[in-house]
């Protein structure tokens, strides 16, 4: 599975949007991009994954380059409740079944 | 609505004990996973099931052990506690890749076990 880069933390103002980077220039072109996150003394949980389209759900919404070697995670009013460690993930859907995480993005909400 | 349960939050055991972490999904899932996190070092896969009986190394397998005897249950084994194994304790479970459409592999975590070895 592909290596992911993204920044050690990020802050962000209550009510605004958040947008998480995450750099994977070695995708290849089977590999899906997928965001987890994991509030404090909780197990991650799935926010959202993409392919090359970008994605929305009632969580969040991803937006993947064209050359997809970088994506953003996007969180469109953050809330308190928002404030978590982001994980992004890039693996492909055959083959390895294991995840491997890395050390992700801690997100603070500023009231 | 819980889907995958740690048997215990917070345990606290002495050096050289044998310690079990239960762990239960309600999914009907194959694969089952162990993980551990550490400040700083995100989370790291210890051992891995895709099914009854079958496991796979994972990351970092050393000094620990697994039994996969029923398909809901996947257990991890500390046959001799040690003060670096203590940490935070994952358990996930997921279906395997061959079921799964739209790329949506996703995995379902426990809330976590707390282990402090003294």
């Given at each position: ?111 | ?97 061959l079921r799964v459409s739209s790329g949506a592999n996703v995995l379902t975590f426990g809330a976590g076990s707390r282990l402090t070895v003294l």
């Amino acid at each position: 599975d592909a290596k992911t880069t993204q920044p050690t933390s990020m802050d962000c103002a209550e009510g605004r949007a958040a947008n998480l980077p995450c750099n994977h220039s070695t995708i290849s072109g089977n590999e899906y991009v997928y965001w987890y996150r994991q509030i404090h003394s909780q197990g991650p949980q799935y926010i959202i994954h993409g392919l090359k389209n970008n994605e929305t759900n009632e969580m969040a919404s991803l937006i993947i380059t064209e050359d997809r070697k970088s994506s953003t995670l996007i969180l469109p009013h953050a809330t308190l409740r928002d404030t978590a460690v982001y994980y992004c993930i890039v693996r492909a859907n055959f083959g390895n079944e294991k995840l491997t995480f890395g050390t992700g993005t801690r997100l603070t909400i500023i009231p | 609505d819980v889907k995958v349960t740690q048997s215990s939050r917070y345990l606290v055991k002495r050096t050289g004990e044998k310690v079990f972490l239960e762990c239960v999904q309600d999914m009907d899932h194959e694969n089952m996973f162990w993980y551990r996190q550490d400040p700083g070092l995100g989370l790291r896969l210890i051992y891995f099931s895709y099914d009854v009986k079958m496991k796979e190394k994972g990351d970092i397998p050393e000094g620990y052990s697994v039994s996969r005897e029923k398909k809901e249950r996947f257990s991890l084994i500390l046959e001799s506690a040690s003060t670096n194994q203590t940490s935070m304790y994952l358990c996930a479970s997921s279906l395997p890749l061959l079921r799964v459409s739209s790329g949506a592999n996703v995995l379902t975590f426990g809330a976590g076990s707390r282990l402090t070895v003294l």
